[in-house]
């Protein structure tokens, strides 16, 4: 389901006149908020907006909205949340609404039908004050009562490996990525200088090159989901308190970073939603290529069957292969 009609199907009930849009002095919030958002004709609630991906929350500050990467206002009269493919996201979602939602107040909860939205409306019953189905979608909604809250568990991070702090919607959220692993199996000894790991993740990588360091100036973490920064933040600073480690929350693809660096790592992303787009690894590509130093290295590991050999040679002087197994292929990069 595209997010167009997502955020159509979110809006339909007081479109149609099921619900009454928020009057007076409410105000709302919308969790999950995407790039390319328009408010339905009516709408004049002043609207807080949550969107923790740095391109959409860009897309939607250059809009003109009022958005923030993760909630921070109480008492709303309306809060609305977007859901996701992500079981354990939607749950959290809907808890943070609900908990910043005034009593009396409405829950709005839209996702498209491949997405489990009815599983998730169907765990509510009878809480569920009503549903609608429409542009391939389905919109329900709650009333904020005396009732337990739903799903507070969800906030609690879990732990990979014993010890790695991730969250619902992270990627690789349950288990170490193999492509990663593959990297940080060939990491070199003693790394030292000014290291940056772009699309870090909830900081697996970088805390590898935190346990290989011998003298760090600098380790940069870079990455576009807010909250996944915020876990590798987590870790970082328990699991590694001694190393030089920034955190960047950052789109590479549009915005510098800014410094340059020795070494970079990179296992970079490569979807857009669903839909797989090369170029992403592309743009990671070129950013590490213009923020290495003169003979600096870029490792950088990918499925096997994408296609960066042409623009890793178009950045670098200097382009290896150095492992393929698992269906994943690493490169080393030099400047």
């Not at 849009?21 to 328009?38: E, H, V």
């Not at 489990?116 to 009878?126: A, P």
């Not at 337990?148 to 288990?175: I, K, M, N």
Request: aromatic share 8%; charged share 20%.
């Amino acid at each position: 389901m595209s997010e167009p009609n997502a955020t159509r199907t979110l809006f339909h009930p007081f479109v149609d006149g099921v619900l009454d849009m928020p009057a007076g002095n409410a105000t709302a919030l919308f969790i999950g908020a995407p790039a390319g958002l328009r408010l339905p004709d009516g709408w004049t609630a002043p609207t807080k907006l949550v969107q923790p991906f740095r391109p959409d929350y860009l897309s939607l500050e250059a809009a003109g909205y009022a958005v923030s990467a993760q909630a921070e206002s109480e008492g709303h009269a309306v809060s609305l949340v977007l859901a996701t493919r992500h079981r354990g996201l939607n749950e959290a979602r809907v808890a943070e609404a609900w908990r910043r939602t005034e009593p009396g107040g409405l829950v709005v909860v839209a996702g498209g039908k491949t997405d489990g939205i009815d599983s998730l409306r169907k765990r509510f019953g009878d809480r569920a004050e009503g549903h609608l189905s429409k542009h391939h979608g389905v919109v329900f909604w709650l009333r904020k009562d005396d009732g337990p809250a739903p799903f507070t568990d969800t906030t609690l991070p879990a732990l990979v490996d014993g010890q790695w702090e991730t969250r619902p919607g992270h990627f690789s959220h349950d288990r170490i990525d193999p492509a990663s692993r593959l990297l940080a199996d060939h990491l070199p000894t003693g790394v030292s200088g000014s290291v940056a790991d772009f699309g870090a993740g909830w900081g697996y990588l970088a805390g590898m090159v935190a346990a290989r360091a011998a003298g760090l100036a600098t380790l940069d973490l870079y990455e576009a989901d807010h909250a996944a920064l915020a876990s590798a933040r987590t870790n970082l600073e328990r699991l590694y308190p001694e190393a030089p480690a920034t955190f960047h929350w950052r789109d590479l693809t549009r915005e510098r970073p800014p410094r340059i660096y020795d070494l970079i790592v990179c296992n970079p992303p490569f979807h857009a939603g669903r839909a797989a787009d090369p170029g992403l690894g592309t743009a990671f590509i070129a950013a590490a290529s213009g923020a290495l130093k003169p003979n600096g290295r870029l490792l950088l590991v990918a499925n096997s069957g994408l296609p960066y050999e042409a623009p890793l040679a178009a950045g670098f002087r200097q382009v290896e292969e150095i492992a393929r197994e698992r269906g994943f292929k690493l490169f080393s990069a030099r400047r």
